[in-house]
């Protein structure tokens, strides 16, 4: 009779210390999130795919942790900006989406490299849905223009909207301190990837 009161005791002790220890189990950062603009962007973690391939050697992996907006060794540098986040309809399920540039390089160098990937709010998570590198900007320029001789990557505040797609004007030809082209290329999100809208317009830069 004893033995089974204390396994009855037991029992109850268990089960209340298991419901006390329950809320206590969730880890931090587990509230979802309904609104794209209240993601902490510049403290969170990107899967890289040009500037791992770029820069995997050097430290930047596949999976990348930033804090304050940087991660950063002797070596390399993987940076988000927040101020050059956009954010816009992109999916065109009425609510916003963000536009999140991405810069990678060596430590001390003139020359970097760049993604762009999109986010959404899924299931109260910032989800990735697509993005794009500086090496498919450079293809689908090349791809438009016979003459192209070179491309020197994304123009400051090159990052914009328009009626849902995404616009990025790159650098193109001449040399490197003095691009000859702003070229603008955008991008519809087909539900999968981002695709180019139509041949890209370029223009001096000088204009």
């Known amino acids: 009779m004893k033995r089974q009161m204390i396994l009855c005791l037991m029992i109850i002790l268990f089960g209340a210390a298991a419901g006390i220890a329950q809320p206590a189990s969730k880890q931090p950062g587990s509230a979802t999130v309904t609104d794209i603009r209240k993601v902490d962007f ?20 596949k999976i ?3 804090r304050d907006g940087e991660f950063k060794n002797k070596n390399v540098f993987f940076t988000v900006d927040d101020k050059g986040i956009v ?6 399920d009425g609510h916003e989406d963000a536009i999140v540039p991405i810069d990678c390089g060596a430590t ?46 994304i123009n400051v505040n090159g990052i914009k909207t328009n ?17 000859k082209y702003v070229v603008t290329l955008e991008y519809h999100f087909n539900g999968k990837v981002l695709r180019l809208n139509g041949k890209p317009p370029r223009k001096s830069s000088g204009q």
């Open 64 to 66: 990348v942790r930033v």
């Open 163 to 179: 009626n849902g797609n995404v616009v990025i004007e790159v650098l193109a030809d001449g040399p490197h301190a003095g691009p």
């Open 108 to 153: 001390g160098a003139n020359f970097s490299r760049s993604e762009v990937h999109l986010y959404t709010i899924q299931n109260g998570r910032a989800t990735f849905l697509a993005g794009i590198t500086d090496k498919d900007l450079e293809r689908d320029y090349r791809a438009n223009y016979s003459d192209a001789d070179a491309y020197w990557g």
């Open 87 to 92: 954010y816009a309809d992109v999916t065109g």
């Open 42 to 61: 510049r403290n969170f973690t990107y899967s890289s795919s040009l500037c791992s391939q770029e820069y995997g050697r050097q430290g930047v992996g």
